[in-house]
């Protein structure tokens, strides 16, 4: 089966319909219009989540009634969307399904953008960047969009983020929001790429992948685990308490991904490939309140 | 000397299997390879346990080691390593297991003596090492090998769980001697005996250093029966009498009752008072022409029951036929009439022989020829073969009576004249029983080879002696002398008592059973077919016990050995059924007779008694040892197998706790 069939376009279009104005000012308005400077316009208030910047706390509804919210903003201007795809050899690991997952959704959330008439520009990388799409705007450019994700092929022996990030920054003309899809099993840390899009005033928006599988193996005895990545080999004896151990410490990974976007206010969105793109999509949407 | 030897060296041939063992433990260590998307985590988790890093190298051949010193053990097992010193060591033990009437009794958990000695002779043999070598012999009676040396414990087993409760005597100095036997010179020979101690020469056992003696059952009161016999009466031809003896085996008074029955007729009821440790006899005479079992049974609930029972044989007392040629006498034919047992027929005319197996009495008539068999002559009137007549004595009175002569027996004849008696002069061996002055005889005894003859000089019609006393004894006495069974025993033999029975060659019609040493039966049977054709009289024997065991009896020349007993109740004598295609009986039938009887009953019964004070006493002699938890076994006794196993059995219980927790592959 194609990985864009006319099903999956079917499905965009009506992503399309119920997510007017996803990224204007919808997603992290806030960081958007400290950027802009001015032009503040009072769209909505949300509940306060503990991570949130206390500066956009409304007082003033808190002194009236006691009530924890937080202001968001809408901003008038087009925005650049980055996509930064990881097509490690991770992602492709078994039957490539991370991979795929993410380029649907990658091309679903393209396609809400260049809807939306934002700019769309998409990085795949590794242990570099090894494509990248040029920002392109215009619903009719979904096409060349698509055809590009169906082109990236898995390939580098490492994952680096940063490097990524690196090359993003320097090759942009100008900041914007970025949406990183990846299983971020970055053998030097996910967050020192952050970090970087971060420090260039870019709005990284994290899709963290990863399969039911990897979250809870099952495997025991003696085994030889083989990296998909680098092909390294090691030979271990898993018993029932280096599963418990494997699944406490994979909890923790994700939950140092939460903490590390809360911290620094960032919007992060984690899932397995069992739930399909759409509702995933679907999902973002409820959380940033653009449909229900 | 080697220290070591190997009791199975081809054992050592399992060795082998660590060729498949290093196999797969060589395919094992190729492990199934996983690819994952990141090796992140697994690294984190596992770079945790880095100072075990040596040691997760060295696990998977650990447990190689492991599984080759498992294998090592066991082939060291099935080699069956055994050290020189325990081969040295290894004992003969001879387990002697008292199974004699007193280990019937009762004891308080409701299980017998002989239970609880087998019960710990079981504990005994299960804790054998495993080089010592025991054979189990039985005490009562005769001592029995029951098993001999050997060294599987389930055939041991299975041989004292068959040792049989018997009512013999203990006799455990003849078992120990058996067992001495046995043992010979072993070095490391000994000599176990479990019993309740109840005999006599416990003391000398003790004293032998080789002899260990084990108690079992505790102090009993018992109640026994410890003599009982029986014999017809030598007065009387229907009477007999019971000879009695109850004993008191406690340290309290007794009071009790003993019943005797003869078959199922109550015959009396005796009532004892007994003092502790007294012996009560008692004589009881009845009358009974029948005979049969006459039963002795003690009203005492005591915990040996054996001793409360006893059972004789009372012989059977048949009708004599008695043929009296007369023309007319009032006086004999009523004395006749009044002896028991007579069968009496009169008649006029002296037949040529006596009826068979009977007597003629010939009043007056006496022919020429005197008959044969056995004859009684009143008043003879014309001469004979046997004698001839003289002149009429003239003083036919008593004057000498032989008072040796059972036939006189009780004859008191003072001033008695015998009118009409003549002298007579007698051609055979003739014994005078009364003379006269001159030496006349006026009752006589003659000798003949067709059988013997009394003669009574003395016309009844003229003088008293008809109306004197003396006259019914005296026929009484010369009947009963002619049937010959005065006083008839037939004695109830003891447990553990051997009874032999001779049995003449082929060609000699008759049997005759002689009882034991103690006492002879004096009684003789013949062998004859129901159709009346003498059989051989090498016929098959069988001994029939109460409890109907049959046992072929084995000749030895002349002679049939029975016993010895050990089973009390009636024992049967009789001949082997499928001996032949006719059925053969055996008859008793009295010495003295013809042998021209016919046979009615078949069997040789022998009555057998506990009577034995020593066993009916139930109060150990001594103190023995207790038995109860004791172990032949000392520490380090097993063999070096059973360690090697038990080392090997740990060691897979090690590995697998140890792979369960993946410390070694």
């Known amino acids: 089966m194609a990985l864009f069939d006319s099903e999956f376009l079917k499905r965009l279009e009506y992503l399309s319909l119920v ?46 009634y006691g009530d924890v919210l937080l202001k968001r903003f809408q901003e008038e201007e087009d925005l650049h969307v980055y996509f930064l795809i990881d097509v490690s050899r991770s992602m492709s690991h078994g039957s490539g399904e991370k991979l795929d997952y993410a380029r649907r959704v990658a091309a679903a959330l393209a396609y809400i953008a260049l809807a939306d008439m934002d700019r769309v520009s998409i990085y795949a990388y590794s242990d570099a960047v090894t494509e990248v799409l040029p920002l392109t705007r215009g619903k009719d450019r979904i096409l060349s969009v698509l055809r590009f994700l169906e082109n990236l092929k898995p390939s580098g022996a490492t994952t680096r983020l940063q490097a990524a990030a ?127 | 000397m080697n220290l070591l030897e190997f009791a199975n060296p081809s054992g050592w041939w399992w060795l082998a299997l660590a060729i498949p063992i290093l196999l797969l433990y060589i395919l094992k260590i190729r492990l199934r390879r996983q690819q994952v998307p990141t090796l992140l985590f697994w690294d984190q988790l596992f770079d945790e346990k880095k100072p075990r890093a040596w040691w997760q190298r060295l696990r998977h051949l650990l447990s190689l080691l492991l599984q080759f010193a498992f294998l090592a053990l066991v082939v060291a097992a099935l080699v069956d390593p055994l ?89 455990v100095a003849a078992a120990v001697t058996a067992a001495e036997r046995l043992l010979a010179d072993h070095e490391h020979g000994e000599i176990l005996v479990i019993t309740d101690g109840c005999f006599a020469d416990l003391d000398a056992l003790k004293a032998n250093p080789r002899i260990t003696l084990y108690g079992v059952g505790s102090k009993q009161d018992n109640v026994a029966i410890t003599r009982y016999q029986v014999r017809r009466s030598l007065l009387d031809a229907v009477g007999y009498q019971v000879l009695l003896d109850v004993t008191n085996f406690s340290d309290a008074d007794k009071s009790c009752r003993v019943e005797l029955a003869l078959g199922e007729e109550l015959v009396d009821v005796l009532p004892l008072d007994l003092k502790p440790g007294e012996t009560v006899s008692r004589f009881v005479d009845h009358t009974s022409a029948t005979g ?120 008191r004849l003072d001033n008695v004249l015998f009118p009409g008696a003549r002298q007579m002069s007698f051609t055979g061996e003739v014994e005078p029983l009364i003379q006269d002055p001159l030496d006349g005889p006026l009752f006589a005894r003659l000798e003949r080879p067709g059988g013997d003859a009394v003669v009574l000089a003395c016309n009844l019609d003229q ?186 059995a740990l060691l897979i219980a090690s590995e697998w706790w140890l792979y369960q927790r993946r410390i070694v592959g």
């Not at chain 1, 960081?31 to 991570?51: N, V």
Request: glycine residues 8%; hydrophobic residues 40%; proline residues 6%.
């Open chain 1, 19 to 64: 997510s007017r104005r996803v990224f204007r000012g919808r997603l992290l308005a806030q960081r958007r219009t400290k950027q802009l400077g001015g032009g503040i316009e009072f769209a909505d208030h949300r509940e306060y989540s503990p991570g949130d910047d206390l500066r956009y706390l409304d007082w003033n509804i808190y002194a009236r």
């Open chain 1, 166 to 292: 690196t090359s993003l920054v320097h090759r942009a003309s100008r900041s914007g929001l970025v949406i990183v899809l990846s299983d971020l099993y970055d053998q030097q840390g996910f967050r020192a790429g952050l970090d970087m899009l971060r420090y260039h005033r870019f709005e990284p928006h994290v899709i963290q992948l990863h399969t039911a599988a990897e979250a809870n193996p099952t495997w025991l005895g003696d085994i030889e685990l083989e990296d998909a990545e680098s092909g390294d080999l090691r030979k271990l004896t898993i018993t029932e308490r280096k599963l418990r151990q494997y699944r406490e410490l994979f909890t923790e990974f994700l939950a140092s991904i939460d903490s590390y976007c809360r911290m620094y206010s960032l919007s992060c969105t984690r899932t397995t490939t069992d739930l399909p793109f759409d509702e995933l999509i679907l999902r973002m949407m409820r959380t940033a309140g653009v449909t229900t």
């Open chain 2, 83 to 171: 050290w020189s010193w325990q081969r040295e060591q290894a004992r003969r033990i001879v387990l002697v297991i008292d199974n004699s009437a007193s280990m019937r009794a009762a004891e308080a958990q409701g299980t017998t003596r002989l239970d609880e000695a087998k019960q710990a002779a079981g504990s005994l043999v299960q804790s054998l090492r495993s080089q010592d070598r025991m054979a189990v012999l039985s005490a009562a009676g005769r001592p029995e090998v029951v098993i001999g040396m050997t060294d599987h414990q389930r055939s041991l087993l299975n041989a004292i769980g068959g040792i049989p409760a018997t009512d013999g005597p203990t006799d």
């Open chain 2, 292 to 411: 049969g079992e006459l039963h002795a049974k003690l009203d005492v609930a005591d915990s040996l029951d054996t001793d409360n029972r006893a059972l004789a044989v009372l012989p059977e007392r048949k009708p004599v036929r008695v043929q009296l040629v007369t023309k007319g006498n009032l006086f004999l034919k009523g004395v006749l009439e009044s002896i028991p047992l007579v069968d009496l027929q009169i008649t006029s005319e002296a037949p040529s022989v006596a009826p068979p197996g009977g007597i003629l009495v010939l009043d007056k008539i006496v022919p020429a020829q005197l008959p044969s068999g056995r004859v009684v002559v009143v008043d003879p009137q014309t001469a004979t073969d046997a004698w001839t007549l003289g002149e009429p004595l003239s003083q036919p009175i008593v004057a000498k009576v032989d008072k040796e002569s059972p036939l006189v027996q009780h004859v």
């Open chain 2, 463 to 648: 003088g008293d002696l008809p109306l004197r006393i003396a006259f019914p004894v005296l026929m009484k006495n010369t009947i009963e002398w002619f049937q010959g069974n005065s006083g008839e025993l037939r004695p109830a033999m003891a447990t553990g008592e051997m009874l032999a029975l001779d049995v003449p060659t082929v060609g000699n019609k008759s049997l005759v059973a002689n009882a034991g040493p103690v006492e002879p039966l004096d009684e003789a049977v013949e062998v004859q077919a129901v159709d009346g054709e003498i059989r051989s009289t090498t016929q098959a024997l069988e001994l029939v016990s109460p409890s109907q065991q049959i046992t072929p009896l084995a000749r030895t020349g002349e002679q049939v050995t029975l016993g010895p007993l050990l089973e009390t109740g009636l024992w049967t004598v009789r001949s082997a059924s499928a001996a032949g295609d006719k059925p053969v009986v055996l008859t008793p039938i009295s010495s003295k007779s013809t042998g021209d009887e016919t046979n009615t009953e078949s069997d040789i019964l022998i009555a057998c008694n506990l009577v034995d004070p020593a066993e009916s006493d139930l109060r150990p002699r001594g103190e023995l040892a207790e038995v109860q938890g004791r172990s032949l076994a000392i520490l380090g006794g097993q063999s070096l197998w059973f360690y090697l196993t038990l080392v090997a």
